[in-house]
């Protein structure tokens, strides 16, 4: 089966030779960094962004239970983890990086990490599995993980970042996110 052509601009899941493809348009990508305004703190922009998954992790949590086949559970748990690797790697880097020392006076300095690695695991695992029940159950567990860490990061680290680090400060990590996610998201 050829693939179904995708306007320019598109994303767009469709089948080729029985296979779910997504196929994604990385100049589509670049809307969300463009509605940003320059002077935002990456508190905004990374609040900003746990409020775009929680929209995802509803229709997952309302999708997924429904889903008849193995094939779509795996392609959502793709979509997850596409769209949250990058603000995941992003945040270690310019976030939790320059809090990690306030991090070990509150007894979390691996907390964050580890929440990462069981997120990365679980969508791991729904792609090795080969059975449909497992590949729900670990991508709905993915889901709940996700919630309940960025919850602690809004109620925890966020306050934290903004009593630590000046607003200049922040400012400057907002513009390095922005400038980071256009070099991954639309390379030279």
């Known amino acids: 089966m050829s693939p179904i052509p995708v306007p320019k601009g598109r994303n767009l899941l469709h089948l080729r030779q029985r296979r779910l493809v997504l196929e994604f348009r990385p100049e589509s990508a670049n809307a969300f960094g ?3 305004h320059p002077s935002m703190k ?3 922009i990374l609040m900003t962004e746990h409020t775009v998954f929680q929209n995802l992790f509803d229709h997952l949590e309302a999708t997924v239970p429904e889903t008849k086949t193995l094939a779509v559970v795996k392609a959502l748990a793709i979509t997850m ?3 949250t690797r990058p603000h995941s790697k992003t945040e270690d880097e310019l976030f939790i990086k320059p809090l990690e020392h306030y991090f070990d006076q509150i007894g979390h300095e ?3 990490h580890d ?3 069981l997120i990365e695991r679980a969508l791991a695992g729904v792609l090795k599995t080969k059975d449909l029940k ?3 159950k670990l991508l709905l567990a993915a889901v709940l993980a996700s919630r309940r860490h960025f919850d602690k990061e809004e ?3 966020f306050p934290m970042a903004e009593r630590v680090l000046k607003a200049k400060t922040l400012t400057e990590l ?3 996110w922005r400038s980071k996610r256009n070099e991954k998201i639309c390379p030279p």
């Open 34 to 36: 463009a509605m940003l």
């Open 42 to 44: 990456i508190t905004e």
């Open 81 to 83: 983890e596409t769209l």
């Open 110 to 112: 691996t907390t964050f």
């Open 115 to 117: 929440e990462h690695e």
């Open 134 to 136: 497992l590949a729900k």
């Open 155 to 157: 109620r925890i680290v």
């Open 174 to 176: 907002g513009k390095q």
